[in-house]
């Protein structure tokens, strides 16, 4: 997840985006994912391996949670 923030931190840096700008954005993005790793966790998976039909992932929310 912190490589994607970072991605997203050189994208807006490079549009011109000014540092409160960036801060707020990424800030956002952050507790956004952090919710749909929150949303996956302990739910039984469906429609096939390695995909949880209620948060809508492929991968397993838990390796991506381990990964924050």
Known sequence: MELRLLVLRD???EQGFSEAEINVRVEE?????????A?????PRAQGEGY????????????K????
């Open 29 to 37: 993005e952050r507790k956004a994912a952090e919710t749909e790793a």
């Open 11 to 13: 994208a807006l840096e």
């Open 65 to 68: 949670k381990k990964a924050v």
């Open 52 to 63: 949880d039909a209620r948060c809508k992932c492929f991968s397993s929310c838990q390796d």
């Open 39 to 43: 949303a996956c966790e302990g739910r």
